[in-house]
């Protein structure tokens, strides 16, 4: 019979629990589920859409439903989603051209994008509300 062979210990990975995520890494995570979010709403979107091509019940019956609880926060999501991504990909643009490169900056730019983006999505929903 052989001997087995001895192994060598091999150094563990960070775990999540100690690794603390640069806000630059969370932002293009975001950024993506975002994106994939956008998707999920823009098919409520077109729902809404064809429900008014279709017939009055039919809209009133998707409108309802939009217009309960869990609709209107799905739908600031959605608005959030959008807005979030929008900014984000306005910042991807101004690396495109080179600048804010640097972790400082780019740092305080994704810090930037989230309060813009929550922001805006709460001011466009006030407006929203005083215009309706």
């Known amino acids: 019979m052989s001997q087995p062979t001895v192994t060598r210990q091999?150094?563990?990975?960070?775990?999540?629990?100690?690794?603390?995520?640069?806000?630059?890494?969370?932002m293009s995570i975001l950024h993506r589920v975002t994106g994939g979010a956008l998707y999920v709403g823009t098919l409520l979107l077109a729902a809404w859409l064809v429900s008014a091509a279709a017939s009055e019940e039919c809209f009133n019956t998707v409108n309802a439903l939009f217009s309960s609880f869990i609709g209107r926060l799905v739908l600031f999501g959605y608005t959030w989603?959008?807005?979030?991504?929008?900014?984000?990909?306005?910042?991807?643009?101004?690396?495109?051209?080179?600048?804010?490169?640097?972790?400082?900056?780019?740092?305080?730019?994704?810090?930037?994008?989230?309060?813009?983006?929550?922001?805006?999505?709460?001011?466009?929903?006030?407006?929203?509300?005083?215009?309706?």
Not at 13 to 21: F, G, K
Not at 81 to 97: E, K, S
Not at 109 to 114: D, K
């Open 10 to 26: 091999r150094p563990l990975s960070p775990h999540v629990s100690i690794y603390r995520w640069p806000i630059t890494m969370a």
């Open 81 to 132: 989603a959008l807005l979030h991504h929008l900014v984000g990909g306005i910042r991807h643009f101004i690396w495109d051209t080179g600048a804010a490169l640097e972790k400082h900056t780019a740092s305080k730019i994704a810090w930037a994008s989230i309060v813009i983006s929550v922001v805006a999505t709460i001011l466009i929903w006030i407006v929203a509300y005083s215009v309706r």
